[in-house]
């Protein structure tokens, strides 16, 4: 519905009544909301990389991140909805493994080998998405990603089929924190990047082409190199952080690419929020550290409880659901975002979102400022 | 459209709800994890600057208190001592180290014997908990993915450690350690393997492998288990890249070694001369099995025991196919009749299913022989036959229990069974205070006698230690696969 | 002659009944496509999970009594009409108004909310799958056509054939083109929109579990995910193929499709193109999609 106005403009056009009160008492508007912010601040930079068993986990988040980033550009601001991330994703990882053990490219230059690759394919895919549109491109990009992991994943020079590629990393990420703050550098970089990208014309015209590619053409918009624009920008934030996983892991195999890896992309950027940095942001970390919370926090009394509850004191029912319970939270807890809330997390916290951006406190909000164009028409059949 | 109106209404304690558990969550870490991450910290701190003085006391206190005790007692005492001695100023280091040892020597010594209880800040303890008594070891394996019973991967290692002692109670080593052991999932990919064994490496001891080739030496070839030491044990599978890792035990015959014997079993059971082909997933960890094979195979037909074989009748499959038909429809237009297969007990299943009038063998899928048996039977495949070696055998299986222990379920809970038994084996070797170091040491010099599996030889040298493999026959019983131990070959 | 009958008559013979499998689940696709425009990535999952009911009923394993098959195979089609209308009222129609992402994404969440309900019921491991018919209708050297297979043609052609009809004879068919079409119009004419969506979902629910009680028949092991990995997307891949508008075009795309994605598999070695058959599937989609997006059969818009 409404074309997506970044908050910062937004400010400046609010009428004025109480956004002008509240400016004029500066720091006591900002105290609160800093205080609020700062145990954030101090348990996601400080506590949880200095434990041994969540470090990894949070670099896992940052990872998943920057692919939520990634898919948010093509399926947030662009429209089209990309199936195939698991490719681009593993291309990069791929390519960075390959790189650095096969062909002893310098650590730092297999990330560039990583971006390449994946922008490389996703410009071949964008060339796809200029004739194939809606839900034809979601189809057709499913299939490239399933193709690729069962073709391309498994050339055996390549990829080593089912051994997998190893992936070492240097010796100064060798500590898991060091790691996980490497991962959150590159995680800033791709924030960065989306956040100029939409204050820039390119993204004011991706969005344009979301509502209606023919109006934006009519308005002199270069489809064509937009689409592809937005295609190569999101491949190479998805071989990057391929790359990063490879890292992570230190061993990249086909079999951890496939479909289901696919679908929790679009889940976690959907969960998160289409269009929403934040939403989009905590989406992913929240998929990529959901079986943690669930083994390895108070959250995992919470579990026994359920499974007990739903396996009604059978053993073998036990064993069963145990088996099962995380991907059934996580399934249910999306099903309930999606028809409660269909614009995910960011709709959710977007009265504190609003709060901490300097706006006075609303349960409600106004709704037009939230997530932009959720409700909006994102792909067309 | 009422209902969701009503929730969208209740909107804001949605969102309060959502956003408390996110945060507690997150910060509220379960105790077990802070526990472990404090004891990381200070042991290793207190290894450095403790283990010195310790050391000095230890065995002082230990050659005191071996007359009384066993080596328990001396490490036990030594360490008293050493800590005494050392706060005293260190001259009287001799003095502490022999009154710790007399004193603590008696009472816990005698009952264990040889083997040492754990001391802290004396090498890398990790996944030992000194105040309750638990060393932690986790078994990876495919609970997901690969098409077999989880639960027998979680259910073997406790139902060795919790039933299978004295009376049907607990087994306690190291003067009164509990072992605990946890199944992790592999998801059946080395990928997933990787990350759940690094993971394991910060909170357990020592990581046994359960199953699944590449899964198994993506694990042991793991920077991160090296670095930190961890022993890294497993059924023999590959020998590519495992061969020369200082952490890596293999405990039973792998694929190569395993190939003369699937011969010498397809000649006592009267499939040697038929028809062969070798149906083998196409991953390069198998490409060590295949080649050996193959030569076997091409060696015993210029003798003319078999008929014709040439690298035409072997069939790559992908590391987890979807269907067997493609497989099946070239096993049948070939008219094959001995099949080697080596790859997922789930295609398995489906290849049986394809083509059941085949004489199975190989080493077979290596786990979850039961389940894959029950499935071609239930199936109305009342034909299937197949010929393993395999480590557990159901004679051992009998053996195994102690009075009152539940029977095993399936080959998969018995073989776990089987490694805890070696495992215990291992742990009884160490000399002095047992640490990951001290561990890989005492194992690497001897081996494990075995029970349930054969027994694994190190002496020293090569880390492929299995000395021998069962060579079980499955018939179908009705609607249930039943697995029959024929014989023991040895290597 | 034998070379001949390895690499072409056998896998044309044994692709060609792959492919029914794919039209028998493209159907149901093909279903919700034409009546709302929804691609439903739960339509695989949905049929396993009537095949999981099925073999529960036939194996009187654990909750259920020991049934005859005819009577299980009934209990797994009635599981799938009331898990298809189960779907529509408490996920789709509440986002009737929603974006088609959010849909599909949605879809694609109640394929995790079943695989997830399987694992309870059944553990991740596998479980036999009941056969409603065994034995061969054919064999001869490397070629085997089971009964099962015969089934599966026969029941394909005749379900292609009496939706096509249903859909241009009754009221109830037209019906659902127009709300597809014209919503709004559609409720102003007097048709109840919920309806028809209610009735669509139960229909697909019921192609659903005939193709997942047929198919993992013919796979002869059921576990949760499985149908989904096996047949979803070249399902997919079929009734774009034959037209995803045209009922019938589900029945010729999935038989041109399983055609070439045996033969692809069978003839192009590993070694040269792992996962052959799928490069193929993608390419052929390509095609399609690029020079003739309305499909083999369906008409140009």
Redesign the interface.
């Known amino acids: 519905m409404s074309v997506y106005a970044p908050p910062a403009e937004d400010a400046a056009v609010a009428p004025a009544g109480r956004h002008r009160v509240g400016r004029s008492f500066g720091p006591i508007r900002w105290l609160p909301r800093i205080l609020v912010l700062l145990p954030f601040v101090y348990?996601?930079l400080y506590?949880?990389p200095s434990?041994?068993?969540?470090a990894?986990i949070a670099a896992d988040a940052c990872i998943y991140a920057i692919v939520g980033l990634s898919l948010n550009i093509l399926?947030g601001y662009t429209g089209q909805?990309s199936l195939g991330h698991n490719g681009f994703f593993g291309i990069g990882a791929f390519a960075a493994a390959y790189s650095l053990t096969v062909r002893d490219v310098p650590f730092a230059a297999t990330f560039v080998v990583a971006a390449l690759c994946g922008a490389l394919f996703a410009l071949f895919m964008g060339v796809?998405a200029l004739?194939?549109t809606?839900?034809?491109l979601?189809?057709?990009t499913?299939?490239?990603g399933?193709?690729l992991?069962?073709?391309l994943f498994?050339?055996?020079f390549l990829t080593?089929?089912?051994?997998?590629q190893?992936a070492?990393?240097p010796e100064f990420l060798?500590d898991d924190r060091n790691f996980f703050y490497f991962c959150l550098c590159f995680l800033l970089v791709a924030l960065y990047i989306d956040y100029r990208l939409l204050k820039s014309k390119a993204g004011r015209a991706l969005l344009a082409l979301k509502e209606n590619e023919r109006v934006a053409e009519a308005f002199g918009i270069n489809v064509t190199a937009f689409k592809l624009l937005a295609f190569v920008l999101s491949g190479t934030l998805a071989g990057v952080a391929g790359a990063l996983l490879a890292y992570r892991?230190?061993?990249?195999?086909?079999?951890?690419?496939g479909?289901n890896l696919a679908?929790t992309f679009?889940?976690m950027t959907?969960v998160g929020g289409?269009g929403s940095r934040l939403g989009v942001v905590?989406g992913a970390s929240?998929f990529a550290s959901l079986g943690f919370?669930l083994e390895?926090?108070?959250?995992?009394s919470v579990q026994s409880f359920l499974i007990n509850v739903?396996?009604f004191g059978n053993e073998?029912?036990k064993?069963?659901?145990e088996?099962?319970?995380v991907?059934?939270i996580?399934?249910?807890g999306?099903?309930l975002t999606?028809?409660?809330?269909?614009g995910g997390?960011a709709q959710?916290?977007s009265?504190?979102t609003r709060w901490l951006s300097g706006k006075p406190f609303s349960?409600?909000g106004d709704k037009e400022a939230g997530p932009a164009s959720?409700?909006?028409?994102?792909?067309?059949? | 459209m009422s209902l969701a109106r009503t929730v969208r209404k209740r909107r804001g304690l949605v969102v309060a709800v959502l956003a408390g558990a996110l945060l507690t969550s997150a910060c509220g870490l379960k105790p077990e994890v802070k526990d472990q991450l404090a004891q990381g910290g200070t042991g290793g701190g207190g290894g450095t600057t403790g283990g010195l003085d310790s050391g000095l006391g230890g065995t002082t206190g230990g050659t005191d208190a071996t007359t009384t005790g066993g080596t328990t007692g001396g490490t036990t005492g030594g360490f008293a001592g050493g800590s005494t001695g050392g706060t005293t100023g260190g001259t009287s280091l001799t003095t502490g180290g022999s009154t710790g040892g007399s004193a603590a020597g008696g009472s816990t010594g005698g009952s264990t014997g040889a083997a040492a209880a754990p001391v802290q800040g004396q090498g890398t303890t990790t996944g030992i908990d000194f105040k309750n008594k638990t060393i932690r070891v986790v078994l990876h394996g495919p609970l997901t993915g690969a098409g077999v019973p989880q639960n027998s991967f979680k259910s073997g290692g406790p139902k060795y450690w919790e039933q299978s002692g004295p009376g049907g109670g607990p087994r306690l080593i190291l003067g009164g350690y509990k072992v605990i052991a946890e199944a992790v999932d592999d998801k059946y990919n080395a990928q997933d393997a990787l990350r759940a064994c690094n993971a394991a490496s910060k909170t357990a001891f020592l990581i046994l492998g359960g199953a699944g080739t590449d899964q198994i030496q993506a694990c042991g070839q793991s920077q991160v288990l090296r670095r930190a030491n961890v022993p890294y044990l497993s059924s023999g599978v590959t020998e590519t890249g495992l061969g020369s890792l200082p952490n890596y035990f293999a405990t039973s015959l792998t694929y190569r070694q395993q190939s003369p014997l699937v011969i010498k079993m397809a000649q006592d059971n009267g499939f040697l001369k038929k028809k062969w082909a070798i149906v083998i997933t196409g991953t390069p960890n198998f490409d060590d099995a295949r080649e050996s094979f193959t030569a076997e195979l091409k060696k015993v037909r210029a003798q003319g025991a078999v008929g014709d074989f040439s690298d035409k009748d072997i069939f790559l499959t992908e590391k987890a196919p979807q269907n067997c038909v493609d497989v099946g429809n070239k096993l049948r237009a070939g008219g094959y009749e001995s099949v080697y297969f080596l790859g997922q007990p789930l295609f398995f299943g489906q290849c049986v299913q394809q083509y059941p009038s085949a004489t199975y063998t190989g080493p077979g899928p290596s786990f979850g022989i039961q389940s894959v048996a029950d499935l071609a039977c239930r199936t109305g495949v009342a034909g299937f036959k197949g010929f393993y070696l395999h480590p557990t055998p159901d004679k051992a299986m009998s053996q195994g229990l102690a009075k009152g222990a539940p029977a095993f379920t399936d080959d998969i809970e018995a073989g776990i069974w089987g490694a805890m038994q070696s495992l215990e084996q291992a742990f009884n070797l160490v000399q002095g205070p047992l640490s990951r170091e001290s561990f890989t040491a005492a194992l690497a010099k001897a081996g494990a006698p075995g029970g349930v599996l054969n027994p694994a030889v190190y002496n020293g040298g090569s880390r492929f230690g299995g000395t021998g493999a069962y060579v079980n026959r499955i018939t179908c019983n009705g609607t249930t696969g039943a697995i029959k131990t024929i014989a023991n070959y040895k290597k | 002659m034998d070379v001949i009958a390895i690499e072409f008559v056998v896998p044309v013979v044994s692709g060609a009944v792959q492919g029914c499998v794919y039209g028998l689940l493209g159907l149901g696709l093909v279903l919700l496509y034409k009546s709302g425009r929804i691609f439903n990535f739960a339509q695989a999952e949905m049929g396993a999970f009537a095949a999981f009911m099925t073999a529960f009923a036939d194996q009187g394993s654990g909750f259920l009594p020991d049934m005859p098959v005819w009577a299980a195979v009934l209990f797994g089609l009635v599981t799938g009409v009331l898990l298809g209308l189960l779907v529509e009222r408490v996920v789709i129609r509440p986002l009737f108004n929603a974006p088609k992402v959010t849909v599909v994404v949605a879809t694609a969440g109640v394929f995790l909310f079943l695989f997830a309900i399987e694992g309870f019921l059944n553990g991740p491991g596998p479980r036999s799958a009941t056969r409603i018919i065994d034995g061969n209708l054919l064999q001869s050297g490397g070629l085997r056509v089971t009964k099962l297979g015969g089934v599966i043609v026969l029941v394909l052609a005749a379900l292609a054939a009496t939706s096509a009809l249903f859909f241009s004879r009754t009221r109830t068919g037209t019906a659902i083109i127009a709300v597809s079409q014209e919503p709004t119009a559609t409720r102003l004419v007097g048709i109840s929109v919920e309806r028809t969506a209610a009735f669509t979902w139960g229909l697909a629910g019921l192609l659903g579990a005939i193709a997942g009680i047929l198919l993992s028949g013919t796979n002869g092991v059921i576990a949760p995910g499985l149908l989904t990995g096996l047949a979803l997307v070249p399902a997919f891949t079929a009734a774009v193929f034959g037209g995803i508008t045209a009922l019938p075009g589900a029945f010729v795309g999935g038989v041109v499709i399983g055609v070439i994605e045996s033969f692809a598999a069978s003839n192009i070695p590993k070694t040269i193109i792992p996962g052959s058959g799928k490069v193929v599937l993608f390419v052929a989609l390509l095609v399609v999609l690029l020079f003739r997006p309305a499909g083999l059969l369906g008409k140009e818009t």
Do not use: C, M
């Open positions: 348990w996601f506590r949880i434990n041994e068993a969540a990894p399926i909805l796809v004739r194939i809606g839900l034809y979601a189809l057709i499913l299939v490239f399933l193709t992991e069962e073709s498994e050339v055996k080593n089929a089912g051994a997998g190893p070492d990393r060798f892991i230190g061993i990249v195999t086909a079999s951890g690419l479909f679908l679009v889940l959907v289409l905590l929240l919370l390895s926090t108070w959250v995992h739903l396996s073998t029912a064993t069963n659901v088996s099962a319970i991907g059934f996580g399934a249910l999306l099903l999606i028809v409660l809330n269909p997390i959710q916290i009265p504190i349960l409600h959720v409700e909006g028409s994102s792909v067309r059949a």
